[in-house]
């Protein structure tokens, strides 16, 4: 019998209140070769000497999450991707995510360090049916949008290096890493790229869901700036989309999810690209274009929930300007819930213009707080902060912004009755979010080669509800609660004529048709693309989390 290579984790206390929703005392193990208890999809099962064998000549590292788990193995050797034990071991594998409500119990985990490797796990799993999720920086709410119970995880955290190429203008992004650390790494330069309001969040998720920036006004989503992509499909062979290469796939990754391989690289510079001569020769990364944005003015400015239909009327007038200046973003939330907290307002200027006439309308409203400053970008965006509250879900709606449905969105989310559902919830929260979109960030999408999105080019809101609360036995409380107080906004904006259809897949809950809102057309288009690099519709099928093409499987 082949040996099992085990090393013991430290136990995590979770004795304190509340409880977590399970224990996290398991220990971690490293694993040869071991029969799998795996659930398997498709017609036929394989069985685990089959699985055992398919195995036995590959060369990853496989992390299990209890002692009872019986892992496929996808190693014989200990592999550069291997997993020392921590003291948090399992905890961090399994539960390396910013809502508890995405905590699952993947029966193994595996962290390839390199694409040969990625294609080799890919493989196993598509040959034997074996379910399985992805995860980049496990930043969303959703429960299975990057995990999986009793299935294998692949987590990208080992697609960590980023380099930039100052003559072209691009910078090389691994998928297993996270906005804070690509900010980080191009600070050196004074250049930045379209990416992330939220430095914890994951390139991947963020990438392949659309991806709003501060930078969108100027050139559009986070998706619409990826110069190359190179997935890894479902037959596990590699493929690069770009616009000179797989153009209809490299327009469906943009903000296709995980319909159609998992996104992880560009090799488009592997022969020109001065950093190409890695360890490997392999590049690991999407493809970014870079600007030289590194000095601003921005901050946080907080407010009292009485300034609140102020700050909508605000709101409205710094979105009308037919002039907007492209260099001003900003977000506004609401803890409608809080009174302590009240409302705030992230705002930046894309210059180092100390309050630019382009946030005039908000200036005149009393603060309760204010950190605006000349600071870097990265400074700035790392001045946000997300309430420390354990569980999580995201509603999102679109409309066009007008003063009479501003003034009934500002009455529902102070005056529904479900805001005392909300409130009886241990640490029940909700906060709201809106977030302006001009004509231009379609505009610019469009220019660097289009997205299914399915955009008009008109100035709108996407709007989120934010919920949080404490345990597992607020979920359906608070789900449904805030659930009708969306449904009551959208009813609002289809009242006054402004509902728009899109739905922004980075704030949508895991049960919002995301995909659909895209359009017919573009759903047409999306499932060409899948026929003709999914045909099996493995990623439909053996990928149960995310956003799902509709009428698929």
Same mark, same amino acid.
């Given at each position: 019998?082949?040996?099992?290579?085990?090393?013991?984790?430290?136990?995590?206390?979770?004795?304190?209140?509340?409880?977590?929703?399970?224990?996290?005392?398991?220990?971690?193990?490293?694993?040869?070769?071991?029969?799998?208890?795996?659930?398997?999809?498709?017609?036929?099962?394989?069985?685990?000497?089959?699985?055992?064998?398919?195995?036995?000549?590959?060369?990853?590292?496989?992390?299990?999450?209890?002692?009872?788990?019986?892992?496929?193995?996808?190693?014989?050797?200990?592999?550069?991707?291997?997993?020392?034990?921590?003291?948090?071991?399992?905890?961090?594998?399994?539960?390396?995510?910013?809502?508890?409500?995405?905590?699952?119990?993947?029966?193994?985990?595996?962290?390839?360090?390199?694409?040969?490797?990625?294609?080799?796990?890919?493989?196993?799993?598509?040959?034997?049916?074996?379910?399985?999720?992805?995860?980049?920086?496990?930043?969303?709410?959703?429960?299975?949008?990057?995990?999986?119970?009793?299935?294998?995880?692949?987590?990208?955290?080992?697609?960590?290096?980023?380099?930039?190429?100052?003559?072209?203008?691009?910078?090389?992004? =691994?998928?297993?890493?996270?906005?804070?650390?690509?900010?980080?790494?191009?600070?050196?330069?004074?250049?930045?790229?379209?990416?992330?309001?939220?430095?914890?969040?994951?390139?991947?998720?963020?990438?392949?869901?659309?991806?709003?920036?501060?930078?969108?006004?100027?050139?559009?989503?986070?998706?619409?700036?990826?110069?190359?992509?190179?997935?890894?499909?479902?037959?596990?062979?590699?493929?690069?989309?770009?616009?000179?290469?797989?153009?209809?796939?490299?327009?469906?990754?943009?903000?296709?999810?995980?319909?159609?391989?998992?996104?992880?690289?560009?090799?488009?510079?592997?022969?020109?690209?001065?950093?190409?001569?890695?360890?490997?020769?392999?590049?690991?990364?999407?493809?970014?274009?870079?600007?030289?944005?590194?000095?601003?003015?921005?901050?946080?400015?907080?407010?009292?929930?009485? #300034?609140?239909?102020?700050?909508?009327?605000?709101?409205?007038?710094?979105?009308?300007?037919?002039?907007?200046?492209?260099?001003?973003?900003?977000?506004?939330?609401?803890?409608?819930?809080?009174?302590?907290?009240?409302?705030?307002?992230?705002?930046?200027?894309?210059?180092?213009?100390?309050?630019?006439?382009?946030?005039?309308?908000?200036?005149?409203?009393?603060?309760?707080?204010?950190?605006?400053?000349?600071?870097?970008?990265?400074?700035?965006?790392?001045?946000?902060?997300?309430?420390?509250?354990?569980?999580?879900?995201?509603?999102?709606?679109?409309?066009?912004?007008?003063?009479?449905?501003? #003034?009934?969105?500002?009455?529902?989310?102070?005056?529904?009755?479900?805001?005392?559902?909300?409130?009886?919830?241990?640490?029940?929260?909700?906060?709201?979010?809106?977030?302006?979109?001009?004509?231009?960030?379609?505009?610019?999408?469009?220019?660097?080669?289009?997205?299914?999105?399915?955009?008009?080019?008109?100035?709108?809101?996407?709007?989120?509800?934010?919920?949080?609360?404490?345990?597992?036995?607020?979920?359906?409380?608070?789900?449904?609660?805030? #659930?009708?107080?969306?449904?009551?906004?959208?009813?609002?904006?289809?009242?006054?004529?402004?509902?728009?259809?899109?739905?922004?897949?980075?704030?949508?809950?895991?049960?919002?048709?995301?995909?659909?809102?895209?359009?017919?057309?573009?759903?047409?288009?999306?499932?060409?693309?899948?026929?003709?690099?999914?045909?099996?519709?493995?990623?439909?099928?053996?990928?149960?989390? =995310?956003?799902?093409?509709?009428?698929?499987?």
């Amino acid at each position: 019998m082949t040996k099992i290579v085990r090393r013991r984790s430290q136990s995590v206390d979770t004795t304190a209140p509340p409880p977590a929703p399970f224990n996290h005392s398991s220990d971690i193990f490293e694993f040869r070769v071991v029969p799998t208890t795996i659930r398997q999809r498709g017609p036929q099962n394989a069985s685990p000497t089959a699985v055992q064998n398919e195995a036995s000549s590959q060369n990853y590292m496989v992390t299990a999450t209890s002692k009872q788990d019986e892992c496929l193995s996808l190693t014989q050797n200990t592999c550069q991707g291997e997993i020392n034990g921590s003291s948090n071991g399992t905890s961090f594998l399994a539960d390396n995510y910013l809502s508890e409500t995405a905590w699952k119990k993947p029966t193994c985990i595996v962290q390839p360090v390199d694409k040969p490797e990625l294609q080799r796990v890919v493989h196993i799993l598509t040959k034997q049916n074996v379910e399985f999720a992805i995860r980049s920086g496990g930043h969303s709410p959703s429960e299975f949008a990057a995990n999986i119970d009793n299935g294998v995880l692949i987590d990208m955290s080992k697609f960590n290096n980023t380099y930039y190429d100052a003559t072209n203008n691009r910078v090389q992004i =691994g998928a297993g890493m996270k906005w804070t650390d690509v900010y980080r790494s191009l600070d050196r330069y004074n250049v930045t790229v379209v990416g992330g309001r939220v430095l914890d969040v994951g390139v991947g998720g963020l990438i392949l869901g659309g991806g709003l920036s501060y930078l969108s006004d100027l050139y559009g989503l986070v998706c619409d700036n990826v110069v190359n992509f190179e997935v890894v499909l479902a037959n596990a062979s590699l493929a690069n989309a770009s616009a000179e290469s797989n153009q209809d796939l490299f327009w469906a990754l943009k903000g296709g999810a995980n319909n159609f391989g998992t996104s992880f690289a560009s090799s488009q510079w592997r022969s020109s690209h001065p950093f190409s001569q890695v360890e490997s020769g392999i590049v690991t990364a999407f493809t970014l274009s870079t600007y030289p944005i590194h000095q601003v003015w921005g901050g946080i400015k907080t407010y009292s929930p009485e #300034q609140l239909p102020a700050l909508f009327s605000s709101m409205l007038e710094y979105q009308s300007n037919p002039n907007k200046d492209p260099y001003a973003n900003l977000m506004m939330q609401a803890f409608v819930t809080n009174a302590s907290i009240g409302a705030v307002l992230n705002m930046v200027y894309l210059k180092p213009e100390i309050s630019p006439p382009a946030f005039a309308p908000f200036y005149s409203i009393p603060t309760t707080g204010d950190t605006t400053k000349l600071q870097t970008l990265t400074q700035m965006i790392s001045g946000q902060r997300i309430p420390p509250l354990r569980r999580w879900d995201w509603f999102a709606t679109s409309f066009r912004p007008s003063v009479p449905l501003y #003034q009934k969105i500002a009455s529902i989310v102070t005056s529904a009755p479900e805001l005392n559902i909300i409130k009886s919830v241990t640490s029940g929260s909700m906060a709201l979010g809106l977030q302006p979109i001009s004509s231009s960030v379609v505009r610019a999408g469009n220019a660097r080669g289009g997205n299914p999105l399915g955009l008009e080019s008109a100035n709108q809101t996407w709007f989120v509800l934010d919920a949080g609360w404490w345990d597992a036995s607020g979920d359906d409380k608070m789900r449904v609660a805030t #659930q009708r107080i969306r449904d009551r906004i959208e009813r609002a904006a289809r009242e006054e004529g402004e509902h728009v259809e899109y739905l922004f897949m980075n704030d949508a809950s895991h049960d919002q048709d995301v995909i659909k809102h895209y359009g017919p057309e573009n759903v047409r288009r999306l499932k060409h693309v899948q026929r003709k690099y999914d045909p099996s519709l493995i990623f439909q099928r053996l990928v149960p989390g =995310g956003w799902k093409l509709p009428g698929v499987g």
